[in-house]
């Protein structure tokens, strides 16, 4: 294709596309989410007040209904720093915070959700700057701090975090994204401004010490082994900000990805007892253009539906977003530019992200949440905001996303952080929730007309969700592939739900490999419902 033709293409996939009504109703005020996050100054002069807003979907009461976790920093006349909501039916929410054991003051930063301890109820590992916590679900709505009794709790900065069973032993390891070693009194930091584009900006990270992240082993006994040193994961240390397994490779085992923060990015595979980095020599460290970039929050999916997961990661702004295609022969392709997802990046600032079928179509859309990290950008000109708009594309299904223009909800400006994606209301289709600095978070019910059929799966084995498995809808003449993963994103998680959108197809086949090799078959399963899987019982149980 001639350089014209393909200047051409690219522009054509830039020019966003009009939706024909509302695809989002802004329903957090109507919901019951009154939670205000708190990051420090307004002025923004330390790193550390520029990224402390997270959220995310969880079901910690298993009674069906998604419940939702928001994390906060402080002020100096402030205790605040974390939210528990409660899903109570009909799209509603109760603050159950208080007395949850769940409220910790603090910088808190990003979070994980999973059974660890394999008791039945879903866990919470809090990233945060000094000790993470994790906070372990005894039911009734109440968590314990069992923090030091498992043998975690870094003191680094953690941002990023995700649990998964590396080892293959049955109990779910935790993986953890440290950042820098930020301390007041600490230098560069320290009763200082630094600079950038000319005005004054928060120091850092360039120039500070990189914590190494942490790789833990579960004993399944209640405690955490660190294995980073054994595991090959502590070298070298790089500004660990997004987190997410998957078997990137298809050979059975889960894969780890890391975005840092102005170097290289992570790709480890996973070798059984070690893992190594391939970044470089996949083609996932740096961009096309082989520099490193600022990687914030990673996002990975199969897009284009060729049964290969891809990643996703978002950068800084004056840059782009990038997206590398899995070519199925242990390489990726930065394909960002050819599938239109460049250009309309690079006045943004992206965290947050995650692919979702938002209207039901079989192709896997994209979301980004934006906002600048210096409230003073604006003085610096070329047209650069604090606020910013978030951004959804649209998949065309041929290789391309297209952003979709005049969506009022998204054209709000704000500072965004995490972000995340699940059935809150239990109609079936996927809604949006955006963790903002010093604001109230966004909740996006999913209001898209047209939609087509879907399917939602929850997968288990024993008393636990099957982190891990691995599934293959056939629907229409079409294959789609999910994993249920935690982590992601940025300071976030989505619902470890799986949904496919099927089109026009009212009923799919459904093929699961579950951890360890497993495999259950189930052939025209009817659509637009949500069902139970469990491991070895081949019957489906409607929720």
């Not at 070798?271 to 520099?291: K, M, P, W």
Request: with cysteine; aromatic share 10%.
């Amino acid at each position: 294709m001639s350089g014209y033709f393909q200047a051409l293409l690219s522009l054509a996939c830039a020019l966003p596309v009009s939706s024909a009504g509302p695809l989002f109703t802004d329903v957090t005020q109507a919901a019951g989410i009154a939670f205000v996050n708190e990051s420090g100054g307004a002025d923004k002069q330390y790193i550390i007040e520029t990224q402390s807003a997270g959220g995310g979907f969880w079901d910690y009461d298993s009674d069906g209904h998604l419940d939702i976790f928001l994390t906060s920093g402080v002020r100096p006349d402030s205790t605040t720093g974390t939210a528990l909501y409660r899903g109570i039916g009909d799209g509603a929410f109760n603050d159950a915070t208080t007395g949850s054991g769940t409220e910790l003051g603090g910088w808190n930063m990003g979070m994980a959700f999973a059974d660890y301890d394999s008791d039945g109820d879903p866990d919470l590992y809090l990233t945060r700057w000094g000790r993470d916590a994790l906070l372990a679900n005894v039911g009734d709505g109440i968590f314990n701090d069992v923090t030091v009794t498992a043998d975690l709790g870094s003191a680094g900065w953690g941002i990023g975090a995700a649990f998964a069973d590396y080892d293959s032993d049955g109990d779910l390891d935790l993986y953890v994204a440290n950042y820098i070693a930020f301390e007041l009194g600490g230098p560069p930091f320290y009763d200082r401004w630094c600079k950038h584009n000319g005005v004054p900006a928060a120091c850092g990270p360039s120039g500070a010490q990189a914590q190494p992240d942490i790789l833990y082993r579960n004993e399944g006994d209640g405690t955490f082994t660190d294995t980073s040193l054994h595991t090959g994961i502590r070298s070298p240390n790089y500004y660990g900000m997004g987190v997410a397994w998957s078997d990137l490779d298809g050979d059975g085992d889960l894969d780890l990805y890391v975005a840092n923060d102005g170097h290289p990015n992570s790709l480890y595979r996973n070798d059984g007892d070690r893992f190594v980095n391939i970044s470089l020599a996949t083609g996932t460290a740096y961009s096309g253009e082989g520099r490193a970039q600022a990687g914030m929050g990673v996002a990975l999916a199969d897009f284009d539906n060729d049964l290969q997961v891809d990643i996703f990661v978002t950068n800084f702004s004056q840059d782009h977003n990038t997206l590398y295609r899995n070519e199925g022969n242990g390489f990726f392709a930065d394909v960002t530019g050819r599938v239109g997802l460049a250009s309309s990046s690079r006045p943004f600032m992206g965290w947050g992200t995650f692919f979702f079928d938002y209207d039901h179509d079989g192709w896997q859309d994209l979301f980004v949440a934006n906002g600048h990290l210096m409230p003073a950008i604006e003085r610096g000109g070329g047209g650069l905001r604090y606020r910013q708009r978030n951004q959804l594309y649209r998949n065309l299904g041929d290789g391309r996303f297209r952003e979709i223009a005049n969506e009022p909800t998204l054209a709000a400006k704000r500072v965004s952080r995490g972000a995340a994606n699940g059935d809150y209301d239990s109609d079936g289709d996927l809604d949006i929730l955006v963790a903002n600095l010093d604001d109230t978070p966004v909740l996006l019910r999913n209001d898209a007309e047209g939609k087509g059929h879907w399917l939602l799966l929850t997968l288990r084995q024993g008393a636990t969700e099957a982190i891990g498995a691995h599934v293959l809808v056939q629907a229409g003449g079409r294959h789609q592939m999910r994993e249920v993963l935690t982590g992601s994103s940025f300071q976030a998680q989505s619902d470890t739900r799986l949904h496919f959108g099927l089109g026009p197809a009212t009923a799919g086949d459904i093929e699961i490999t579950w951890p360890g090799g497993e495999r259950q078959v189930f052939q025209a399963v009817p659509a637009d419902r949500h069902y139970v899987i469990h491991r070895g019982v081949d019957r489906l149980i409607l929720e």
